[in-house]
């Protein structure tokens, strides 16, 4: 029962590596093979089987959910340990309750643990798992493996606890004692998950408002090169009259060879003024267009090349977050670097079922990395976290560097993920 309890409660809370249909039929394997090793231990050795079974199930079974999650390695710890404070509950209350008023029974034992167990993954299921499955990405963001396994161990320790006192014998006193120390831990580990969940939450918040700044300044930015637009259309109907009048005095005087080359000069001309396309989809193409502008303002050498599909299952939203920051960032980067020639190359294309997507910009000699992450004096800026977020929403990869002088930004898109998952 304590092993189907912590497997079917992981499995609840999980995302797990494979299909759920391979995953249940590895799950039920596993506990028959547990079942079987641990009845051969009862049988060999039952006075060891007795002071360590329930103990030594927490590494076993932790490691083989782990290996079959496809969540970070804290958060299986987490729902480890959630599933032993479950486990420990249980063997309370069944201990306890008949030892108070069933004289030890066994049957009532093990009764009482069923019910406790069933109840416990009936909550999981009903209430829990759809509130756990909607934060799992903003525990993933705010755990970390210290917090995580503190956590566990604070758990164990209060299993431990819970449980001594009840090796020398039974008394209300320890009960008491030991229903305490449980009931502190989950409130304790309950007061904590939510915690990480606001936290994430919060930020997660922060990141849509920075967001939306960006689409603003796109608009804004989109709205001035219309504006510009019809200025230069404005100024094109003007000097359409004095073109007309020309060409009239060419045809009436019959100077066909005048009137040719004026013809193809001012084709050149108009084609010239044409606002050239950077690529088809529309969202990069505006996104591309606005910072170019802004950075050839400031005198920054910009070159593109990007070849990018109309139809891809790369929402707006996250090429914004995307493409928006990294030209941002490198815009920033030329400004502080302080140097007279400043350049920003950026490379986009796809190959297969990928996205590549390479910018190299001009940059200070002291740009500082942690964990592989650039830091401004500031600190790591929000433009940094919504590339990485919208990349691993595609199960992409992201990589900074410093190479020949130039900081370099090369970001990988997995476009095999389905619409739906995104």
């Known amino acids: 029962m304590s092993i189907t309890l912590m497997l079917s409660f992981f499995l609840m809370l999980d995302r797990p590596r494979f299909s759920m249909k391979k995953t249940i039929y590895c799950y039920i394997a596993f506990g028959a093979l547990m079942l079987v090793g641990y009845n051969f231990w009862y049988l060999l050795d039952h006075p ?54 069933f004289g030890g029974n066994l049957w009532v034992d093990i009764l009482v643990r069923f ?15 759809k509130l756990f499955l909607e934060s799992v990405d903003f525990l ?17 320790l209060g299993a431990i606890m819970a449980y001594w006192p009840n090796l020398q014998g039974f008394s209300i006193f320890n009960m008491v004692r030991a229903f305490f120390v449980l009931f502190i831990a989950g409130v304790l580990q309950y007061t904590i998950l939510h915690l990480y969940i606001h936290l994430g939450r919060e930020h997660h918040y922060q990141t ?6 960006l689409n603003e300044q796109l608009l804004r930015s989109q709205i001035d090169i219309v504006g510009e637009s019809e200025k230069e259309a404005a100024r094109i109907r003007h000097d359409a009259r004095h073109h007309i009048l020309l060409i009239r005095d060419y045809v009436e005087k019959g100077n066909m060879d005048n009137l040719l080359a004026y013809l193809e ?31 050839r303002a400031k005198g920054i050498v910009v070159n593109i090349d990007a ?39 950026i490379y986009i294309t796809k190959r297969g079922k990928k996205i590549i997507i390479q910018c190299t910009n001009t940059c200070t000699d002291d740009v500082i990395f942690q964990k592989g992450i650039p830091k401004s004096a500031k600190g790591e800026g929000l433009g940094t976290t ?37």
């Open 48 to 101: 060891s089987f007795v002071k360590m079974a329930a103990f030594s199930i927490l590494p076993i079974v932790g490691v083989f959910c782990s290996l079959m999650s496809r969540e970070v390695i804290y958060l299986s710890l987490y729902k480890i340990a959630a599933s032993f404070y479950l486990f420990s509950v249980g063997t309370f209350l069944g201990v306890d309750v008949s030892r108070w008023w």
């Open 115 to 129: 019910l406790c167990y069933l109840a416990m993954l009936v909550f999981t299921w009903k209430k829990l798992r």
């Open 140 to 156: 993933v963001d705010e755990m970390d493996l210290f917090s995580t396994f503190a956590l566990f161990i604070s758990i164990f």
């Open 208 to 213: 849509e408002k920075e967001l939306l700044e």
């Open 265 to 295: 000069e001012y084709g050149e001309d108009v084609e010239n003024r044409r606002a050239k396309l950077i690529c088809g989809h529309p969202a990069v193409n505006g996104i591309l267009s606005v910072y170019a502008r802004q950075a």
């Open 307 to 345: 070849e990018v599909p109309k139809d891809t299952v790369i929402r707006d939203i996250d090429w914004v977050a995307i493409l928006a920051n990294v030209f941002d960032n490198a815009i920033h980067g030329c400004n502080n670097s302080g140097k007279m020639e400043q350049e920003i190359d």
């Open 386 to 422: 919504s590339i990485i977020k919208s990349a691993l929403r595609y199960n992409g990869e992201v990589d900074f560097a410093i190479e020949d002088g130039r900081f370099v930004t090369r970001i990988l898109l997995n476009l095999s993920v389905k619409k739906g998952d995104v």
